[in-house]
């Protein structure tokens, strides 16, 4: 893949497929506001660089997942707060494609330069999630180079992320993607041991095969959160009324069959009689009764999970150990980020931390700057940890 430095950009369009998919909320004057900006933030130096190299940054993103033309989920509002972040005047256009977003184009290059516009929801428009060919030429025409910078949608073939890029000459990585990339391949090609991962959240089937990749190559795989309970349903514990998918439970002892030397599963939990942060709660070791859940991993687990990170010199993190939005079960994942912080500090160690659950609750916890990377992608960076090809670096190659 190209870098931004690779190419001459000054006096070019510059179309950029960033990932503004952003949490918004109404603001009670009838319009909208980002409730959290980080994915706009960064987008930012990549943006900065193409404004240095003289040229016109034309963003195109996608937000939520409309049926047609929805002006909640217009991209309206991001532009406001971009241009606030920005030492250049952000143009929002209300269309995407057509004549309409050439004469944005246009009117930006025509002051100029040195402005940046903002095209409307990708996802408004037929064609995008199908990844039309007619639409991916039509996205290319407000374009002389195309830069990929939204890891969190690389996974996915649409027309804005994959299929623009066979219609356009020049292609390159953005600041942000060539960052994911170059931090998710040093921890997974050449990771400096002891190499950890840490696995959560509520799906075994979501992570089956990422399992499958890391369990070779790591020293340990640590497993928490909801997932857990479906290996331990496998392995014939008792889990009482916690969350099992029951069709998985056969991969689950499959994998720890084949893997038991490295997996970690917990060894005591925190449950409660339903699932509510008023619940009653109790600390309980081995088999969980009936009328009881699992809604974190107990003190036990946290201090031999915590001990494994703390002496890493890679990790990767990816889900939380329990229901951290609620503060009884929020201890367990607090842990690992603790954990993950001193590694980072103490060892030196590659902190990799993806995933929105893990990003969130690094973030309120405060110790989103004490890792080495935060990733702006869950699921793809789940598919990358995997193995697979994501379209969207692959139509950059």
Known sequence: MQSLSDLDLAGRRVLVRVDFNVPMEDDGAGGRRITDDTRVRAALPTIRAILKAGGTPVLMSHLGRPK??????????????????????????????????????????GGGGGAVVLLENTRFLDGETANDDDLAARLARLADVFVSDAFGSVHRAHASTEGVAHHVAETAAGELLR?????????????????????????????????EALAPAVDTLIVGGAMAYTFLAGLGHSVGDSLVEADRTDDAFRLIEQFSDTIRLPTDHVVADRFAADADTRVIQGEIPDGWMGLDIGPQTREQYAHVVERASTVIWNGPMGVFEMVPFAAGTLSIAEALAHATRKNNALTVVGGGDSVAALTQSGLAGTVTHVSTGGGAMLEFMEGKTLPGLAALR
């Open 68 to 109: 047609g033309r929805d002006e909640a989920l217009s991209l309206r509002p991001v532009a406001e707060h971009l241009d606030t972040l920005l030492d250049a005047p952000v143009t929002f256009c209300d269309e995407t494609v057509g004549e309409k977003a050439e004469a944005c184009i246009a009117s930006a290059q």
């Open 179 to 211: 960052r994911e990339v170059d931090f998710l391949t040093r921890a997974l090609d050449r990771p400096e041991r002891p190499f950890v991962a840490v696995l959560g959240g509520a799906k075994v089937s979501d992570k089956i095969g990422v399992i």
